[in-house]
């Protein structure tokens, strides 16, 4: 059997896709006796852009549209007019969605002119090598540019049989988008390990495939959806990806010099932390949640294999979250084997200093640590296990250790009080010399999120979001099968609150690059200097000793003032709650600590991590004119 994967726009330039890269080395393992070919449709597209639009469109363009505009349904937009067989569908939507959030269209109305010639021309590759089975991976916005493919395929060669797996087709997703859509033959709901070699074997037997779990498919006119499997796959029957193919196809690709490749591995699957507490706003795992990973010893033996093949040291692993067991095996395994790594990790936001520092010992450079908020009762509302402190104390270590981190500041939980932000927004300038989040943004609602499959969590009117309305041309009660995210009334700060949060993000945004807050400690470790660098405030030191220097480094931890009183007593000083407050106090109104409730933490660093150019913007000129508390 002939069995091409495929991966369409709109996945990032600069990896290969993980998914395309398992099938292969699943089926070469399962099928040796199959052909296994690979079409690598987000790079081709970007090829045909920059040469269609004689290079104003670039690869810059294209990754706008697949990192920034996920949430606008924009890169599916590009593709629907083919789908739909008329240039101009959905059009007039978009101008209408654009012109209520404010969204710029130029870039994707520039290319949408392109998107039939280009599906035109995948399809005269794919069926090159006369495929039996094509199989497509669809994930965010790969939806429509797949659907728009296979479309074109089964019109071209009807007997091809058309194969859509992927996070789209978790669920009633799967079957929407099999029921929807005649030309699309079979969708695989959960993992491929299991499913897809049992489905090649029906096809290649002739024989009904009603016995492949979780598998759609047509019977005559009928969509047969069967029920999915509770079973998981372990950690053992996950492959490592081949990804040579990607490689032949990047290095001979005209987009090679825009981008710096990375490696993609996986080291588990699932969430150890969503099994029991499941982040109320989150719908990523969908129905697979169990937690699995692979052992530290595998997932080191399976990057240094493809570091040495392709020679790539950029890695990004694709876990929700990183095994605690990691820490033990994987991260040792990295630091000692002399690699330059720099690699990706999403993380939970409690690790200690010590764990931080392994990660960078291990070649670590970028987490997502999940942060999402500095108010432990708005992190209370969204089950995340951590404080405030916690997350501020984490932004002073990846400080530390030279860690970029990643993160957004989430807002909009039912429950939520102006009273939960006022005290964190009049102390973010004590913030600036940590990384800012991205934005202040306020959640979707998420299909699979607690939020979404429970109503009495805040949200019980929900439609599917508007964007869908320039995406799919089909009934509201099958969007409402089809789709992930939803909208519905907003909960949680409005108004001067809201905006009020959003400016104080952007003035630190704008202020990150100049800012500083160096911690000096003397020779004998008795006295702390404090080097006050922020901007828009005066230089000074600050200098702690005695019983101060100590207090000031148990603050490191995150203490409360009680919790503190006895530490302090344990190491024989006895200080009263009053005069320990008023200390404190003090520390706090010159934005050395981090107050959350009852807990405090200290602020200074102790490096300074390399900082991008200072941004000659607007923000910036209205922190240095406002930089006190608002």
Known sequence: MRVSFVSMPWQSLDMPSLQVGLLRTLVTTTRPADTVTEYHGWLHWAEFLLDRSAGALSPTDYMSVANDQIFDGFGDWVFSGVLYDDSDWGT???????????TPIDTVLGMRPHAADFIDAAAEEILRSSPDVVGMTTT???????LALAKELKRRRPGVLTVL???????PMGHALHRNHRFVDYVVRGEAEGALPDLLARIEEGARPADVPGLCWWDGDVSRCNEETRRTVSPGVIPTPNYDAWQSTMDASPVAEFVEPKIVVEGARGCWWGEKHHCTFCGLNGSLMEFRAKSGHRLW?????????????????VDNIMSMGYFRDFLPLAAESGWDLRIHYEVKSNLSGEQVASLARAGVHHVQPGIESLNSRVLALMDKGVSGCHNVRMLRECENHGLTC?????????????????????QMPALWHLQPPGGATRIALERFSPHYTNPALGFPDRRPADMYQHVYQLPADELNDLVYLFDSPPAGIHGDVENRLIDAVERWTAAYSSSSLLLEASAKGDELDVHEGRHGRPRCTYRLSGWEAVAFRHLEH???LSGLRR?????????????LGAWVDMLAERGLVFRDKNTVVALPTEAVALRAPERDDAPMAEAAAGQGTR
């Open 301 to 317: 033996s399976e990057i240094d294999r493809l570091v040495r093949r392709h020679q790539i040291l950029d890695v990004v692993t």
């Open 140 to 146: 965010f916005l790969q939806n429509v540019p797949s």
């Open 558 to 560: 995150g203490r409360t």
């Open 406 to 426: 990643t993160w957004n500041y989430l807002y909009g939980f039912p429950g939520e009080r102006d009273a939960d932000y006022k005290p964190v927004i009049e």
């Open 165 to 171: 797996g992927g996070s789209n087709c978790d669920g």
């Open 567 to 579: 530490r302090m007593a344990d190491g024989g000083t006895d200080l009263s709650t009053g005069a």
């Open 92 to 102: 007039e939507q978009l101008i209408r969605y654009a012109g209520k959030t404010g």
